[in-house]
């Protein structure tokens, strides 16, 4: 959890990382691990351990897992090179950077043959429009869980979570795209509208909000709620699903200003030391039974329609997995430079808390 008021210094970092990120020289470094092993580099609460013995088990190969909780610590950390990755796990706008910088091996599919299982609306988007360097990991959005035994109105979007009798009483994911996002949807601007105009306009919005939050947490967002720290939250959709399964009292909804679908993929970095292992787990990862596992313990939208097949249909019918009426939302796209000023606008309230 990243605890309330303190921006992590992965944030902090972000503002080199954007900037530098264009120029960054593709040389590797560090001696090379034996390919009995990959160093896996994905988001928290993502990839269940019972997956990654399995693929140990099946394979022989190693996996060393580290976590991240966001996008741009995830880059700070690839650009640093600090550690050489073989898989990692950016969601589409990161994924579109990285590709644009030239940061990514182009994947031979030939020995990605569950790639067939994932669904055509999950292929060839906009940040890989040639499918040549991602395969789909899972979909999501972001959305409102409400304790309906704790807050008796209706809270349909952004507007409603953010207000005076709330306060000390909100968890949200701790994610400064995100922050933006939302606060630009209250002003009817899509999830990609974001310029130095329309970061001006955000700015006295978030002033309002964020000293009305109780935790900013990315990675287990659904803790605060279950332990009664918060009763409203701003969430990651698999951790709402989570919430639903665990008691229907958490309600989810998505926000009627708009939100945006997330696209997190898998990739390989330009210097990966065990390119083949790579490829082994990617493929592995799309079977359908152990996508099938992944979706039981991560439940957010699974583009893997040949595992979608497998799950009951309790999980199917769950809100936060699989919207009702499927809603049609954008995709989050790289902003650029604009990025930076991003995360200074967020570091830069969250200081002043
Ligand atoms: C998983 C977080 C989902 C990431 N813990 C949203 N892109």
Same mark, same amino acid.
């Given at each position: 959890?990243? #605890? ?5 210094? @992965? ?25 009995? &092993? ?6 928290? &609460? ?9 693929? %140990? ?9 580290? =976590? ?25 706008? %990161? $994924? ?7 940061? $990514? $091996? ?6 990605? /043959? ?11 988007? /906009? ?8 395969? /789909? ?11 309906? &035994? ?25 994610? !400064? ?8 949807? =209250? ?7 974001? %310029?130095?105009?329309?970061?001006? +306009?955000?700015?006295?919005?978030? &002033?309002?909000? $964020? ?30 699903? +989570?919430?639903?399964?665990?008691? /229907? ?22 210097? @990966? !030391? ?13 079977? #359908? ?11 957010? =939208? ?36 604009? @990025? ?10 969250? @200081?002043?808390?």
């Amino acid at each position: 959890m990243r #605890p309330f008021g303190r921006p992590g210094g @992965a944030l902090r970092s972000c503002v080199a990382v954007v900037a530098t990120l264009g120029w960054v020289l593709l040389s590797g470094c560090s001696s090379s691990p034996p390919s009995h &092993e990959i160093n896996l580099f994905a988001w928290s &609460e993502y990839v269940p351990r019972a997956v990654i013995e399995a693929f %140990t088990q099946a394979t022989g190969i190693k996996v060393n897992y580290d =976590t991240f909780a966001s996008n741009e610590e995830m880059l700070a950390k690839i650009v640093s090179g600090a550690q050489r990755y073989d898989v990692i796990q950016p969601s589409d706008y %990161t $994924l579109e950077a990285l590709v644009r910088a030239r940061r $990514l $091996l182009p994947l031979d599919f030939t020995k990605i /043959p569950n790639f067939r299982n994932i669904g055509a609306q999950y292929r060839n988007l /906009p940040q890989d429009p040639e499918q040549k360097y991602s395969v /789909p990991w899972m979909a999501g959005s972001v959305g409102i869980v409400v304790n309906a &035994e704790r807050i008796h109105e209706p809270v349909r979007g952004f507007a409603d979570v953010f207000q005076e009798k709330y306060r000390g009483r909100i968890i949200v994911v701790d994610d !400064p795209r995100e922050m933006v996002m939302w606060a630009l949807a =209250t002003l009817g601007k899509g999830p990609n509208d974001i %310029t130095p105009e329309t970061l001006a +306009l955000a700015k006295p919005i978030l &002033e309002r909000w $964020l000293p009305l939050v109780k935790v900013f947490d990315s990675d287990s967002p659904k803790t605060a709620l279950l332990n009664g720290d918060a009763d409203v939250g701003i969430v990651w959709s698999g951790e709402a699903a +989570l919430l639903y399964r665990t008691n /229907p009292k958490f309600q989810f909804a998505l926000p009627v200003e708009g939100t945006h679908q997330f696209l997190d993929c898998l990739a390989i970095p330009a210097d @990966a !030391p065990n390119p083949d292992g790579a490829h082994q787990f990617i493929d592995y990862v799309l079977r #359908p039974e152990v996508s099938k596992l992944i979706s039981t313990e991560f439940p957010y =939208t699974n583009p893997n329609l040949a595992a979608r097949q497998l799950l009951s249909p309790e999980e199917l019918h769950n809100p936060a997995s699989y919207p009702p009426g499927d809603p049609k939302l954008e995709g989050a796209r790289d902003i650029g430079a604009v @990025a930076v000023q991003v995360d200074k606008l967020i570091t830069d309230l969250k @200081a002043q808390l």
